[in-house]
């Protein structure tokens, strides 16, 4: 019975025994460092983490007006857009946006995957809610448009940007409000499989899904 006792006894006492001191101290800091990180990734989560954390595809889309489809122009200008007589444009809208000029990239790509150049003067034109051309990116280069730093120029002496009639920088919002013009230069890109991403930069990244315009 005494043998019985002692180990019940000490079975009791080895319960009621916690753990050391110095476990203790370690477990506690491993719980405030998991933590903190928890905390840390939802704050980076509300306000953006720092530069390039935010996924550009989740932050702008564009898509056709009204339905996606190469037009001849007929004179510089006509339709609004035209930077030749002669050349063919695509147009899309911005159909939701939380950007500025300044965060995005825009490339046209051929179907291998380079960057299309246009055969003439070529280029982008965004319009605002009007219909009037905004910002332009005109010149016989490869088909990319980042602002300021490619050559992204305010359109004419009303280069505004918006409904509250600013000009256009790269810190100017790019909303929803706006119209994407791609002219594509004299050559007719029917068929050609050419497509349109978009390149997060200035605290964006990734690219968009692209979108096929030939």
Do not use: H
């Not at 946006?97 to 051929?110: A, D, E, H, I, Y």
């Amino acid at each position: 019975m005494n043998v019985f006792g002692k180990n019940e006894r000490s079975w009791r006492k080895a319960r009621k025994r916690g753990v050391s001191p110095i476990i203790a101290t370690i477990l506690l800091v491993a719980i405030t460092v998991v933590l903190a990180a928890v905390l840390y990734v939802l704050i980076s989560g509300l306000t953006g983490g720092g530069v390039g954390s935010k996924p550009i595809g989740s932050a702008i889309t564009v898509g056709p007006n009204p339905s996606l489809g190469v037009t001849k122009c007929t004179a510089i200008g006509t339709p609004t857009g035209c930077a030749g007589a002669t050349d063919y444009i695509y147009t899309l809208t911005v159909e939701s946006s939380s950007v500025t000029f300044g965060n995005v990239l825009f490339q046209v790509k051929t179907s291998t995957g380079g960057i299309f150049t246009t055969a003439g003067a070529g280029g982008f034109s965004i319009l605002n809610l009007t219909g009037v051309v905004a910002a332009s990116y005109t010149r016989p280069v490869a088909m990319v448009l980042s602002m300021p730093s490619s050559g992204f120029s305010i359109w004419g002496a009303a280069g505004t940007c918006g409904i509250v009639g600013t000009a256009c920088s790269a810190t100017s919002p790019l909303t929803n409000l706006y119209t994407l013009v791609i002219d594509m230069g004299t050559a007719n890109p029917t068929g050609q499989g050419i497509t349109l991403t978009i390149v997060g930069a200035s605290g964006y990244t990734g690219t968009t899904g692209a979108q096929v315009l030939s």
